[in-house]
């Protein structure tokens, strides 16, 4: 669990800084649209609700990203990629 923790709290690349927050405006907006006090069309409450989730996956996803990580999981500090041997 202290890994998960640890891994939430490193430093965010941009894109995907950018991207977490592209994920709050869109889950945003889906709230806004589940919680509009006049009656809305069905559509358009179910894609409140698609936005709601595709913005909490999205926000999510980005934030336990971090700058240590490579395009295959190794660590930029040697890391270990699999196989047993550190590199």
């Given at each position: ?20 927050n ?17 009656s ?48």
């Amino acid at each position: 669990m202290s890994k998960i923790l640890d891994r939430i709290k490193a430093p965010t690349p941009k894109f995907f800084k950018v991207l977490r927050n592209i994920g709050l405006i869109m889950a945003g907006v889906g709230t806004v649209l589940l919680t509009a006090p006049v009656s809305l069309p069905a559509v358009v409450v179910t894609v409140g609700g698609y936005l709601v989730t595709a913005g909490g996956v999205a926000t999510a996803v980005s934030q336990i990203t971090n700058i240590a990580d490579d395009a295959i999981g190794e660590s930029k500090e040697g890391g270990n990629d699999g196989d047993g041997n550190s590199s």
